[in-house]
Every structure is written in C-alpha cells, then in structure tokens.
C-alpha cells in the first residue's frame, strides 16, 4: 500500500512536523511506502490545510481514501490568517473519507464547523523506545515549545520564572525570538533540538512547565509523560487530557512541586 502524507517532516519542528515525521517512520517499519505524489497513493493523510482541493479530487478519483487530520483551534473572531487557514480546512473536509481529532477537545471545538459524517478521536503519539525515564529524576523546571505565539502563554512562563530565581529552568525552542528577556541567572535556553537529542534534555528536568493556552494535543507533554516528567499546565485546551494523573494545573504548582516524586512514579 501506497501512504502519502502532506506534510513533509523535518527533523526539528512543532505537532504537525512531529507527527508527519513518527507516522511516516512507523509505516515504513511496518512495510508501506511512503510516496510524494498523492495521485500515486492509495490512503493519504491530509493534516489540517496542506493539500489543494483539485489534488484531492483526483487522488479520490484514482481511489484514493482521504483521511483528514485535525490538530486545530477554532475561534469566533481570528485575524486574517487564521480565518483563510480554516476556511480551507473546512472545504477540504467535505472531500475527506473520514477525519480524525487529536483530542476531544479538539472534537468539541471543531466539530460544529464541519460536522463530517465519519470520524473518530486518536491522540498524537511518540515512541517510547526513544523517550523513557532517567535513572534519577533531573534538577531543572523544562519548557518545550516551537511556537512563540501568543496562544504558548510564555508570559505565563515568564512571570513563573521570575517569581522562582532559587528554582533552575532549561528552556527548549525558540525563546531567544519572543518578546520576553528570558537571559536570567537561573535559566539555560537551548535552540531547537533535533528530534533524538531531545531526551537528554527531558532527563535533566524535575518538572515540565507547559502553560501553553488551548493547545490541541502537544507533544511535548506526551514526551515528558514518556521521560518520566510530572507536567504542570494549563487546564484550557486538550493538555489536561493527555496529563491525567501525571501533574497538576497551573494554580497548584506548590503542590506538585512538594510531590514530585509521587508524580513521577
């Protein structure tokens, strides 16, 4: 069987890129192939709006089964881009076999926009032969993020850091391009990692601080969750579904910070 999926994968990047890049390693492993022409594959993974209309309808014409992929939040009220972004989702679900969420919450929001007749809920994935737990838990607060977007709360993350200089934070990503000084005395700031050198970096932390704003399915959670790392986040959005047990929200960061070895076992 023929797979194409529309995103190519990079080795660094933010869900999307992640996902295009597990999904086309696990169908290679298991014997398909991964082709970059969708009018040669016989399944094809759609994500979010990277596809053209007139691609899929003759992909659908060679029998080509269309699954549409959602890892979105939709608002009332979105700026110009956004609002382009999902206008195009939603034409491109009429064409699609069946549509995957990566969250209920995703579900809850989406759904009512475009209301398809075939879908179903499957979180993002990682692969826990890569991410798995340190011997000993680490010593740093981590933050994981690509994206500097308003919507990441690195305010949030910010004011945490500056009300905590005795706690030690390793922040992950592009933190050196947001509108915040995060050059404090307590804090180490890595660029963008590649995609295997991330656990080293998972193992030295104690706690992730993850108050990113109605994010669909993150990854890094489920990566922190893989290396042993008790999460704390914010409670809008599909964190809280994946988290579980494995944290706490924001607001009761003293508690998780007193318990962290509970949270880790």
């Known amino acids: 069987m023929n797979l194409y999926v529309s995103k ?16 086309s390693h696990y169908a290679k492993r298991a014997g398909y192939k991964i082709v970059r022409d969708m009018h040669k594959a016989h399944r094809a993974i759609i994500i979010a709006h990277l596809a053209e209309e007139k691609d899929i309808i003759e992909a659908k014409g060679n029998g080509c089964t269309i699954v549409h992929r959602l890892d979105e939040y939709f608002e009332p009220d979105e700026d110009a881009i956004r609002r382009v972004k999902h206008e195009k989702i939603i034409r491109l679900n009429k ?9 209920n919450f995703v579900f809850a929001n989406v759904y009512p926009y475009i209301k398809p007749q075939r879908y179903c809920v499957i979180y993002n994935g990682s692969d826990p032969g890569i991410f ?10 981590g933050h994981v993020s690509w994206g500097i977007d308003t919507k990441k709360r690195l305010d949030l ?8 200089p005795d706690q030690k934070f390793l922040l992950i990503g592009r933190h050196r391009k947001s509108q915040f000084d995060f050059n404090l005395p307590n804090v180490v700031i890595k ?20 108050p990113s704003e109605n994010d669909p399915c993150p990854n890094a959670v489920i990566e ?9 986040y914010n ?11 494995c944290g706490e929200p924001l607001e009761n960061v ?12």
Do not use: H, W
């Open 254 to 265: 003293e508690v998780l910070l007193e318990n962290l070895a509970d949270y880790r076992s």
């Open 8 to 23: 190519r994968p990079r080795s660094i990047g933010g869900g999307s890129n992640t996902f295009s890049l597990l999904f």
């Open 235 to 245: 409670p809008a959005g599909g964190t809280i579904e994946l988290v579980k047990n």
């Open 95 to 103: 064409l699609a076999d069946i549509t995957v969420f990566q969250s």
């Open 132 to 141: 798995s737990p340190a011997k000993e838990a680490g010593t740093f607060i």
């Open 157 to 164: 993350l910010y004011e945490f850091m500056r009300e905590n």
């Open 224 to 232: 922190a969750i893989l290396s042993g790392v008790p999460v704390c």
């Open 191 to 210: 660029r963008p990692v590649k995609r295997k050198k991330l656990p080293q970096y998972y193992r030295m932390m104690k706690m992730l601080y993850f």
